[in-house]
């Protein structure tokens, strides 16, 4: 595997491939990542992956200095994986002046949930995913579903702007108690990771009491919210501080109408909480 860390190098790397996958990561990689490195191998060759703390999209209270770097061990597993190029700028490279220009994704998808909660987040992501493309010039690009709002607003952002890189989403891997995999796991202390596999759980619950509803006498909206406020009760009283744990269409994250619910159609539940100070996200599909 050859390690690159600039632009040029990267691209006379790549110069004449026409199918490359690509995985861009933050790195601190665990089995979630390496999952979407082996379903990048199976829709493209050569794989690249790249590793990148992303200044832009971390607000100004949030963990960008205290994030885990741990580019050799990453590196290594990367290599395992038979990931060709690995390509990890650091800010001068990505950034050699201020980033000026951005992407925007629409309100209606960029502001709600986590971007309600973390403004600026998705400028961020999709602003270095776009210079990333630029960079790699992938055909296919995998993210995880973990990240469920993430995959859905870069892949919009690729159909929006005509780019040739198609989009492929990975399911989410979890610990054997339901923990979905991330960097940010590490955060934990032991009792607050004993705590943390509830979040899924939670959301295993609303899942079956929605499915329950539906197979009986039918699901409202206000069902739905009774629901949601259930959720967060749960977690608020087992000392989770949840940002928000919602029902919403799988198309597009929407609130789900009456009508949605009466023409079942396919919903996601998404949550995001806070354990003490480390913030988890997680979803499942209903
Ligand atoms: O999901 C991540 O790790 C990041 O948001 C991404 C897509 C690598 C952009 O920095």
Redesign the pocket.
Known sequence: MKIVHTIEELRSQLRGQLRTAFV???GNLHEG?LSLMRLAARHGDPVVA?I???R??FGPHEDFDRYPRTLAEDAAKLEKEGVYVLFAPDEREMYPEPQDYRIRPPEDLGDILEGEFRPGFFV??TT??MK?FQCVGPQVAV??KK?YQ?QMI?RRMCQQFAMPTQILSAETVRDADGLALS?RNGYLSEQERAEAPRLYATLQQVRQRVLDAQSGLGLRLEDLLELEQAGRQVLSTRGWQPDYLSVRRQRNLGLPTNEDLQAREPLVVVAAAKLGKTRLIDNLEI
Do not use: E, R, Y
Request: charged content about 5%; aromatic content about 10%; proline content about 5%.
């Open positions: 861009p990561t933050m990542h790249s990148f703390v992303n832009l999209q961020g992501v270095v995913v990333l993210f995880g990240d993430q870069i960097s």
